[in-house]
DNA sequence: AATGAATGAGACTTCATTCAT
DNA sequence: TATGAATGAAGTCTCATTCAT
């Protein structure tokens, strides 16, 4: 039920909007009376604040294990690859909504997870410093910039896929080349 | 008297949230009390879409203009340069508060801008167009894909701006150097 | 399992008031879930009237007990003296919560009680006629008003008695002496 | 408008206790709707606390103001008998509901009271320390308990002079007879 | 005997909005 | 133009109570 009441929450947050997401109207979603609510969580924020924390702990979870899964001698390029991949495809997934939530709530509350998602940025700061170390990406890199960057563009992304209907695989690789080689024809 | 209300709310949202921004507390902003606000307005919702509207419109003014203003023969290089110089500086910019506003929006007011929203897309979509055209971008982009996940990631910077202490102007470079070479060592 | 029930209930009025005394604290207290109250009461009010009931009727009980069990020719001094050593020393007893309790509730429960209340008063009544018959106590006084006036008092120092640390022995004394002779120095 | 919701507010503790007190009853008892109230108040809280504010503040400036307005040799049971009378009209007035607030409400708000309350309560300790120290009253009364207890039995009277229909002078005139010379027979 | 889960009523409170002045 | 005062809807939350298990 707990899970249930999660589930019905974030879907509202993210159909909807923060706004919308009363108790009441959660509680409709699982068939049930906003004061019941009451017996499963102890108030409307820690029901937020653990879509947060599972949606913002999955990610983290997924995309590290991912990279910790490949060889030893993987190249830059494919770490790169399949970290992307799996983010993405997390911020897309069908019952992945919880990642969809953090950009719609109000920043009181954003503030709170802050920390978490600082940790998830190491993540990306780490394999893109690993791919400058190896020489496989140029070292003239601001991390502290490019980090936020990259990861602003892939998390917008798939508020335009609806539109464009581009599968999350398509826009991993979008992501990949372009940051990669750039757009720059060849000279 | 109806600017000020618009700059008052929407600092308001900026910084502490579109739940933040009630009648009340934008009136106590321009020393007011709630109900003198409807002498100007007709409702809340009418002062929140003049914000969005007249962000959006500014900035798709700026950004036009400086194109237009560039010499034919401009490189793409230049044009992309000056398009992401104004963009980024406009996020940033003291009084240009209007542009952090849409992310915090309900998606029922996010959807009402939308189609001015998309002119704006456009204006990016024919630049980038304008480089593979002339052969100084690669053809080989899905620029549906291309501008959301660019400017995407332009918008999100201003966030983490403040913690790192990065410029505009470095932003800009950083973002108009990437997109167009990549970050991957030359080979 | 009754009793512990109306004693945890009884605790909580009287160190936390009325409102506090909520189903589920006295469960927590007597280590239960709220609805298996049910199982021994009917419901909450019939707790909290049984607590009253409880409350005056061992009050009455001790109180008269003690004075039927004074010698036939005992003083009027004395039997005062021993009437007010027993309620006093009622109220503060370690277990003698239920007298606490009064004070706390909401008077639509309150006047439930009041016919036990008059019957206890009345106790006091007739001590104090019984003085008044046999010349120990002056015969101008309008018992209609003095038995509340009196117990009034009596009833209020327990509040006061933990501030100022006295035993019940000296408050008795006290209201005793004070009652008998006043407080006017001898003319 | 303020002061009609304090009255009401006062009246409905008075008349059926702090439970029933209840935003919408005394919204509904001066015609207005609950929500009305937070224009005049910033809660519930400010209102009962200005009303215990109000009660004790004006009883202390009656009674004080009585007794400096006593000529220099007014004799201390002159005093007494003033004070007192002040005191118990005080208790009893028509429109001074606001004293008979303070007994219904739950201890954590009782408690908010009782810097305030000691002041009054000093205010009685003084009186009796004068006739003690001018030998017109006894000077073995540890007026710790002497104060507390005598004043708790005034402030019990009103709950029960409804019933026997006496007036606030006879209540005074009972109290402070007993208080000075006892009920004891001459001896 | 006891509990997990739910309910409905109602509590305080906030807010956009209205309107006479 | 602006405000004081009020409203109605809705929000979060608490609580006594019920009932199947």
Redesign the interface.
């Known amino acids: 039920m707990r899970d249930e009441i999660l589930d019905a929450a974030a879907e509202i947050i993210v ?6 997401c009363t108790m009441r109207a959660v509680a409709a979603l699982v068939d049930m009376k906003a004061g019941s609510l009451y017996y499963h969580f102890r108030s409307k924020d820690e029901i937020v604040e653990e879509i947060l924390n599972q949606g913002i702990e999955t990610l983290y979870a997924r995309v590290a294990e991912t990279i910790r899964g490949l060889p030893q001698e993987a190249r830059f ?1 494919d770490r790169l690859s399949a970290a992307v991949s799996v983010h993405v495809s997390s911020l897309v997934g069908k019952d992945q909504t919880y990642m969809h939530v953090y ?2 709530l ?3 509350i954003k503030r709170r997870s802050r920390k978490m998602r600082e940790k998830y940025a190491q993540l990306w700061h780490d394999l ?1 410093a690993g ?1 400058i170390a190896s ?5 003239d ?2 991390l ?3 980090v ?10 798939p ?3 609806r ?2 209907g ?1 599968s999350s695989e ?2 991993a690789k ?2 990949v080349a ?9 000279r």
């Open positions: 159909r909807e909007g923060y706004d919308a390029a950009e719609h109000p920043p009181i893109f791919g020489g496989e990406a140029a070292n890199q601001d502290q910039l490019l936020p960057y990259f990861l602003g563009g892939l998390n917008r992304v508020e335009w896929m539109a464009s581009a398509q826009v979008l992501a372009t940051l990669l080689d750039g757009i720059g024809a060849r």
